[in-house]
């Protein structure tokens, strides 16, 4: 019900940035349960924007169907959203939330902000070239000759951007990070002049194309950077979402009136980083930056499994499927909550109360991406955390099923057999 929501609703007060996560990419009450309290963050707290863990472009083609500048229909202005793994946004709960942003913000009358749609992620690379190329034609078509040539510095790897990354780390190809960098600096130089010269282009298109240009900039260093993974790739990526976060919240201020701004992410991202074992080792994220950034003004929100199924892959660009998640660990949140018999629950975290206390002894916590390996699990998917130090607040969904992808594969609709399923007849 959503009036399930009001203490948390209470405690958010008026805070700025409200940062609800996920504990897996594939679960349909975590979107919806997020979509049901941004509706009321939206209605009642005037927030006016939602950043999701997405691709800047793909993200934007959202944005201006929600905002009535393009497409009359949901599931296109999805559209975008076509690499894998393609439902953690093309889905039903989406295509539903997506859907009543569009209603709500063609209701709306008199000189009120209309929502929008964004992405805070780095992986298109190629896609944000050709959106900074088109943008500049229109205004200045010498300097998209000048981006062309630099940007050119990638003709010679073709889409593959990781095989790009990893000839630059082994110095087997040259970097283009002087040619990005010097690009973004162009771009931002040139934008009080670009302003004056765009009236005719949607209002917001020099700040697009900037953006674009910083995702350019930021997913070159992350392909060189991904090629020996841990901690420095994260970093990075973690930091652009934050960075663009921030830059954000500075273009939606209308007024001296602060922009308010829902972020969706997984759990990994949005609960601070400092109390979990991944920050001991170094590993920083969007939730302790904007912790660190807006103390007062920010509110992480978790949520947890027990058990259930799940979309997901069982490797990377391969096909989504209808996983059992198995019965979490005896040494996790997600068993303790399990086994306090209370099914679905709302914790906030006061530390004033016993209860929280309790929860800041570090335990299992644990984390689907969208990646599943079951046979895996404590491996692939756990990691301490002293859970009441990371969130603010917590929903406990006990049993919880799948997302459902726009594109249902018989794979999927099959689902995974019971582990008593008979080998052999």
């Known amino acids: 019900m959503p009036s399930d929501f009001d203490p948390l609703m209470r405690r958010i007060g008026d805070a700025r940035f409200v940062l609800i996560g996920e504990a897996s990419h594939g679960t349909h009450e975590f979107y919806r349960i997020r979509a049901e309290l941004t509706k009321r963050l939206i209605r009642e707290k005037a927030f006016t924007a939602i950043a999701v863990e997405a691709d800047w472009p793909d993200a934007y083609r959202v944005n201006r169907f929600v905002r009535g500048r393009a497409g009359a229909d949901a599931n296109d202005a999805l559209g975008g959203f076509r690499r894998f793994p393609q439902w953690m946004w093309r889905n039903a709960d989406v295509l539903d939330f997506v859907g009543w942003l569009r209603a709500h ?51 010679h790897v073709g889409s593959d951007v990781h095989w790009y990354g990893t000839a630059a780390r082994l110095g087997l190809t040259p970097s283009c990070e002087r040619e990005v960098v010097a690009q973004l600096v162009e771009l931002q130089r040139a934008a009080a002049a670009y302003a004056r010269r765009d009236g005719r282009l949607d209002p917001d298109a020099l700040f697009y194309a900037e953006q674009n240009a910083r995702v350019v900039r930021s997913a070159e260093a992350y392909y060189r950077t991904a ?40 759990n990994s991202h949005l609960g601070d980083a400092a109390w979990t074992g991944l920050g001991t080792e170094g590993e920083l994220n969007v939730g302790q930056l904007v912790r660190e950034q807006h103390p007062r003004d920010t509110e992480l929100i978790g949520f947890t499994t027990f058990s259930g199924t799940v979309t997901a892959a069982s490797d990377w660009d391969a096909p989504a499927e209808r996983k059992r998640v198995r019965p979490a660990l005896r040494e996790s949140y997600e068993r303790v909550f399990h086994d306090t018999g209370l099914g679905d629950f709302l914790l906030l975290f006061d530390h004033g109360h016993e209860m929280a206390w309790e929860l800041d002894e570090p335990r299992l916590e644990r984390a689907i991406g969208v990646i599943y390996r079951p046979e895996s699990e404590r491996s ?24 459902e992808p726009l594109e249902r594969s018989s794979l999927w609709d099959r689902g995974e057999l019971p582990e008593t399923f008979p080998t052999a007849l």
């Not at 973690?238 to 308010?260: N, V």
């Not at 998917?381 to 997302?403: E, G, I, K, M, P």
């Open 105 to 155: 913000n063609d209701s709306l009358l008199g000189p009120q902000h209309p929502v929008g749609f964004y992405g805070l992620d780095l992986y298109s690379l190629h896609a944000s070239i050709e959106a900074v190329l088109s943008y500049l034609r229109i205004v200045d078509p010498d300097a998209a000759r000048r981006a062309q040539a630099r940007y050119a510095c990638f003709d």
């Open 227 to 266: 090629v020996s993974g841990g901690v420095e790739s994260w970093n990075l990526r973690d930091r652009h979402m934050a960075e663009t976060l921030e830059l954000l919240a500075e273009h939606l201020t209308h007024g001296g009136e602060p922009a308010k701004i829902v972020v969706w992410a997984h």
């Open 380 to 403: 692939s998917h756990y990691f301490s955390a002293s859970l009441s130090r990371q969130f603010d607040a917590v929903f406990h969904y006990d049993l919880t099923r799948a997302v």
